[in-house]
């Protein structure tokens, strides 16, 4: 099996993804791909930089990939997620999933960008006109959980 | 035992940097690394728990006991995609 990567210094080539897992036996593709926005929870936002814990990152990816896999036996999946300074408009991260039929890559994408967002050790701060912050660190303080929950 | 660790993101800033090799007693749990820091760095003091916890590149719990050569990592919050 040839070696998998999934993290990117590089802007990501969205049809590398597509051309990857498209197969003539498909007659679905689902492609999810998050874009960097202009605000976040009421603040303006400029640039992200993406840091990442690389070979774990790389690991746990392959987990969540390789676990879609026998969950959904056909459908293939491309993941690429971009690391560094990212500007407004630029994508993150791509996700590419084919399958014969349409709801199967539907399913396998939505799970793979979540499972992606809930464990692999991916950080991401944010630059606007207030300033810059690590996304997810205040409002993990644990005095504040009770104000969250 | 000697046991690399690693900070990322939001550690990183406030350790001021990436990676450090510390010697600790036999026995030591990631927890107490963990509490450790919390005594030498303010702008932790309020995390009485540790982030998440991975020791050589795979997430566990955070009482965890350290070996020799063992990868050390709090995971802060991740926010990939």
Not at chain 1, 114 to 122: A, F, H, L, N, S
């Amino acid at each position: 099996m040839r070696l998998r990567t999934f993290l990117t210094d590089e802007a990501i080539d969205r049809q590398e993804l597509i051309d990857e897992v498209m197969r003539r036996s498909d007659g679905a593709l689902a492609v999810f791909e998050g874009v960097i926005r202009n605000h976040d929870q009421g603040k303006s936002v400029e640039s992200i930089e993406y840091v990442a814990y690389k070979p774990m990152a790389e690991k746990q990816i392959g987990q969540i990939v390789d676990d879609l896999g026998k969950r959904f036996p056909d459908v293939r999946i491309a993941v690429r997620h971009r690391l560094g300074l990212l500007r407004v408009g630029e994508s993150s991260i791509v996700i590419a999933c084919s399958a014969p039929h349409r709801s199967a890559a539907f399913e396998a994408c939505r799970m793979a960008i979540d499972g992606i967002k809930e464990t692999v050790p991916i950080w991401k701060k944010e630059t606007g006109p207030d300033g810059e912050e690590w996304v997810g660190w205040q409002g993990s303080r644990p005095s504040s959980d009770q104000a969250l929950h | 035992v000697v046991v690399k660790l690693l900070f990322f993101a939001v550690l990183r800033d406030i350790v001021g940097r990436g990676e450090t090799s510390i010697e600790v007693p036999a026995g030591t749990r990631a927890s107490d690394v963990w509490r450790d820091l919390r005594a030498r760095h303010t702008e932790l003091t309020d995390y009485v728990r540790p982030p998440l916890t991975a020791v050589n590149e795979s997430y566990v719990e955070p009482d965890t006991v350290l070996s020799q050569g063992d990868e050390l990592a709090f995971i802060p919050p991740v926010a990939g995609g």
